[in-house]
């Protein structure tokens, strides 16, 4: 069964520390894995986006890594800031036509001065 | 702001009403999608249609319709609703159907049944 399992479920830290997000997978054929963003009371938005071949991919302070062999992503967000309050989403594609998506639940980051 | 807009953003509706949910994107594509998204769950596609076609029903409630009249806007018609149907309902759009394409989100339409 495809399914994508995040840890914590939810993280509180102090601002301008830094923190990391874990993501395992069971998904096949995998096609890529992307991190999304969800803040409160918004849809989602993308962060990052990696195929099988990438290990590391960064955007700003958002640095998600990927695993294909142990089927585990993660996302390390440094100097965090107050607007990272969010849910964070892991997604994995699955391989074919119809790009069927597989959600994690997600981690919920509360940032505090 | 990710182009894609939804209407109504709050809704609150007995079991025994009928609304709709509007979405439309500003980005040009060609596939759009309902997601319903509840608490500590992770999202559920609910319909995907490419091109106005509707190519995915992942055996949602016929009280549940979706419409798409033309690639810019997607409608969901709700008609007595549950209860446990109360949920953040969530459009995407995405320029075509395939695992490589990113789906931009709109905002949702917070959803209470009561």
Not at chain 2, 6 to 19: I, S, W
Not at chain 2, 72 to 97: K, M, R, V
Request: proline share 5%; hydrophobic share 30%.
């Amino acid at each position: 069964k495809n399914q994508v399992e995040q840890s914590p479920q939810s993280l509180i830290i102090l601002e301008g520390k830094n923190c990391t997000l874990q993501c395992n997978y069971t998904v096949s054929p995998f096609s890529n894995l992307r991190w999304y963003k969800q803040d409160t009371g918004r849809g989602p938005v993308s962060l990052t986006i990696m195929t099988f071949s990438e290990n590391t991919k960064s955007n700003g302070r958002y640095t998600a890594t990927l695993d294909a062999d142990t089927k585990q992503s993660s996302l390390h967000i440094t100097a965090s800031q107050l607007s990272d309050s969010a849910s964070y989403i892991c997604v994995v594609s699955v391989g074919g036509s119809q790009g069927n998506l597989i959600f994690g639940k997600g981690t919920k980051l509360s940032v505090k001065p | 702001e990710t182009g894609v807009t939804q209407t109504p953003r709050h809704l609150v509706m007995g079991m025994t009403n009928k609304k709709s949910l509007k979405c439309e994107q500003h980005l040009g594509h060609n596939a759009m999608y309902w997601y319903k998204q509840s608490a500590k769950k992770p999202l559920e596609l609910m319909f995907v249609y490419s091109l106005e076609e509707r190519v995915e029903n992942n055996s949602v409630p016929s009280r549940f319709s979706p419409e798409c009249p033309n690639s810019s806007h997607l409608f969901l018609h709700l008609h007595t609703l549950q209860p446990e149907d109360s949920a953040l309902y969530l459009c995407a759009s995405s320029l075509q159907i395939g695992a490589g394409e990113t789906q931009y989100f709109g905002p949702g339409t917070r959803l209470l049944v009561l």
